[in-house]
């Protein structure tokens, strides 16, 4: 059995990053989204397992102190991570893993393990970007102003990333990452193993 | 414009290349496929600049002398080599580059320009391809043992190779050549070169 691959991917708020995932899930069901732990209250709805792991701020830390996570940070008060164990299980049964992590996370992860494959989605411009965050109506302007800015500085931390997918439609956003998938598996020399003793 | 890139495909004798770099001309019809220099006579059918750029051998060691080849060797007597000016013509004009050739011309196109992304294409075991060198009825089965002794000396000297094709099906093995296209476009931080400058 090949190992499988764990992909970060990251992108600024509005780029669309949700929409494309849910479909390249629908095209590849096995693929294993890692679902964070956190240490914050589930909202109405929320599933233990599904949107996150909750767990007690004292499990928290103890599995920081464990390196129990691939990364984790503090976020207004709560703690967030992405737990090791599930992320490895997957892999071993030979599923590709997604991370849908920022870059500071990316970096953490990718310290750990240089291996992961990073991918950054891109807007097509930045008026594009513009008009993706003013329609979706959740903020005034002045916030979709100030996620306009916050993106332009991620894309300039993303230059060490490996892949940038432009996301021009979720079509083509989707067949660039399944592209990615594929030759990243085409890499490996696993493949050939077998051909090599014989 | 973004430049072309160059993609290096080898393969052992009898593995399916030509079908497969066929089938991907068809659907990537702007493709440019490099035509070699060679000083040997052509042969019935053979059309200069379509099958082979014939050129006399006192040009052939002119252009070596002038680092003209991005690789050549001798064979049987003739010279056969890669001109650089039809490959740079074609990444200049943002059209990608297919250099069909074998892994001493691949060491040294690498070595010249490690920017050059190699392909190896491997059968999916040793039976299938002794069975399509079989099939084929163009060798004895003395020469099809000399050609999988060839083949297996080969993938040996591939392990540098960045991507292995399995050609299980003509129609899979197109699908990775595709996925290794896209993917190593997506690569390029020059997609988002012009989103940093705004």
């Known amino acids: 059995m090949i190992k499988g691959k764990t992909f ?13 995932l849910n479909a390249l899930l629908r095209e590849y069901p096995d693929l ?104 979706r109506g959740t903020d005034d302007a002045d916030k979709v102003q100030k996620r306009l800015l916050r993106a332009k500085v991620e894309l300039k931390m993303a230059d060490a990333y490996d892949y940038f997918v432009i996301n021009d439609t979720v079509d083509s956003a989707v067949e660039q990452l399944k592209a990615i998938l594929l030759a990243e598996h085409c890499k490996s020399p696993q493949r050939i193993a077998k051909l090599l003793v014989e």
């Open 8 to 20: 970060i991917i990251s992108g600024p708020s509005g780029v669309g990053k949700s929409t494309v």
């Open 32 to 135: 294993y989204f890692s679902v964070s732990a956190t240490t914050r209250a589930p909202r109405e709805n929320e599933l233990d397992g599904v949107h996150y792991h909750f767990i007690a701020p004292e499990d928290f830390h103890k599995m920081i102190e464990e390196e129990a996570f691939l990364e984790y940070a503090e976020y207004v008060g709560n703690f967030y991570g992405t737990p090791k164990k599930y992320v490895d299980a997957a892999m071993d049964e030979g599923r590709d893993v997604i991370l849908d992590i920022e870059i500071q996370g990316a970096q953490q992860v990718c310290a750990k393990r240089p291996e992961t494959v990073r991918i950054f989605i891109a807007p097509p411009s930045w008026s594009e970007l513009e008009r993706r965050l003013t329609e």
